[in-house]
């Protein structure tokens, strides 16, 4: 008897199990799609992205058609990976969400913007399934873009700091983004008229002045180590450049025609958080004018000569940057008029009480000001983000800030995580095009995920 009793148990037991199981919602459909219809591509080599609503749990096939007009694979461009029969075959790799190619110009090709390329996402590994946008026209001239919805890539692979071991930048009339190694760089010069030179905060660097002309003279006598430490409480502004993009208030003096008036300044190339390199990984430099342009000397700080390098200003990108590690100029930002918006991890400043001090922030954004973007914030509570048009602009004043958006589109702290949903804001680019654009996800607690935001835009006004 009392085996029959346990039986009926266990078999209403595994029926309750059952049922539960089969009240759980399925997943949704995976779905694969291009980030944008259109893309304008008027350098000499871009990544087109294809995005999948969640990571796969195995490795993926994605197979992408191409079909030129006006152009001929391998002789006017070229893929990575390379196409067989107009045919480019991906991989999505276990764990991952999305997969890449860039497309690249053949060198000395020179075009008439008439030409394009259509891109179709012709198939994709089960359980995986097609999305809407599965198309996707390159034009190789400028495009305005009407909109469209994005997700930006922080991650960078097995980078320290992965999720936002990446930059990036984002055109809006292009529906591109660039991401960039924010580790890759220490030193930015200007290429306007101004002899400026900024150092790398989004990877938390600080630097201060020695009161010395003499490379050669300088060692880690002349200083205290800690005295380059900064975030976390530690630190002044003074060694870091200005938050809001004032050139007029980095830490490296403008350079003077007068080279005796140019000191030494000693770079901590890595920190953000209390920490400082090594004495022996930490540089010195000086920097000179040389007719149009710079020459740099440095050296690792203990050493008795120095190195030098010369840097050309290019009147198209914003800045030249440097890598002190390579000895060599680096590509960094994209032309000065290929970008709008740049998201990533930063120094910035805080409040703890007794004054602003230098601190490191994720999920900052910063608009081009120095090549004229403007941005101002709008709260659902004047207009919705929806119902935002061309008529509303009236009254709208834009800032040129470069932190005019900064921080104040999440929240971190005080128990809650995720993007603020009561503001939207408006993007204004040098040729006038007016966007208004939100952020729709950046971390678990709002359906997103960190280092990958997410955000939509719309065009409200096309520029003259």
């Keep these: 008897m009392k085996k029959i009793v346990r039986s009926l148990l266990l078999v209403a037991f595994l029926g309750t199990f059952n049922a539960c199981s089969d009240d759980e919602p399925p997943l949704p459909d995976n779905l694969a799609a291009f980030e944008a219809t259109e893309k304008g591509f008027e ?19 994605v197979s992408v058609t191409l079909t030129p007009t006006q152009l001929t694979y391998d002789t006017e461009f070229t893929t990575t990976p390379a196409a067989a029969n ?41 359980p995986v399934l097609v999305g809407t946008n599965s198309a ?3 034009s190789f001239k400028a495009i305005i873009s009407d909109g469209t919805s994005i997700q930006l ?40 008229a101004d002899f400026r030179v900024t150092i790398n905060g989004t990877n938390g660097a600080s630097a201060l002045v020695i009161n010395k002309s003499d490379i050669n003279a300088v060692s880690d006598k002349d200083f205290k180590t800690d005295s380059l430490a900064i975030g976390q409480g530690a630190g002044k ?3 870091v450049d200005d938050a809001t993009g004032d050139l007029t208030k980095t830490v490296i003096a403008a350079v003077s025609a007068t080279d005796a008036d140019n000191k030494v300044y000693i770079l901590n190339r890595k920190g953000g958080s209390m920490d400082v390199l090594p004495v022996a990984d930490l540089y010195k430099i000086r920097i000179l004018r040389k007719g149009t342009g710079y020459t740099l000397q440095y050296a690792k700080v203990n050493e008795t000569t120095f190195k030098t390098l010369d840097i050309t200003k ?5 800045f030249e940057f440097v890598s002190l590690e390579k000895g060599a100029t680096v590509e960094v930002e994209p032309a000065k008029d ?18 602003l001090i230098p601190y490191g922030f994720s999920d900052l954004v910063f608009t081009n000001s120095l090549a004229g973007v403007e941005a101002a914030e709008v709260l659902t509570t004047a207009a919705t983000y929806d119902a935002f048009a061309e008529s509303n602009l009236t009254g709208i004043t834009f800032s040129k800030a470069a932190d005019a958006i900064g921080s104040k589109w999440r929240v971190t702290s005080g128990g809650t995580v995720g993007v603020k949903t009561d ?15 939100r952020f729709v996800s950046f971390h678990a607690n709002d359906g997103g995920e960190r280092g990958k935001p997410k955000l939509e835009y719309k065009l409200v006004k096309k520029g003259a």
């Design 338 to 355: 290929r970008w709008d918006l740049k998201w990533g991890y930063s120094m910035y400043f805080t409040n703890f009480g007794a004054g």
């Design 423 to 437: 503001r939207f804001y408006l993007i204004k680019d040098p040729a006038g095009n007016i966007y208004k654009l």
């Design 86 to 126: 107009n045919t480019i075959t991906l991989s999505v790799p276990a764990g991952q969400s999305s997969v890449s190619f860039k497309v690249s110009k053949k060198s000395g090709v020179l075009l008439d913007g008439d030409e394009s390329i259509a891109f179709k996402i012709a198939s994709v590994g089960t």
């Design 136 to 138: 996707l026209k390159l």
């Design 237 to 239: 502004l003074a060694l």
């Design 314 to 318: 290019d009147a198209a990108y914003n």
């Design 153 to 192: 890539n922080g991650i960078a692979g097995s980078e320290p700091g992965s999720s936002a071991a990446n930059s990036v930048f984002l055109d809006l009339s292009a529906n591109a983004q660039t991401p960039v190694l924010r580790s890759s760089w220490d030193l930015g010069f200007y290429n306007g």
């Design 43 to 61: 350098g000499e080599e871009t990544e087109i992205k294809i995005a999948l609503t969640r990571a796969v749990d195995a490795a993926t096939p």
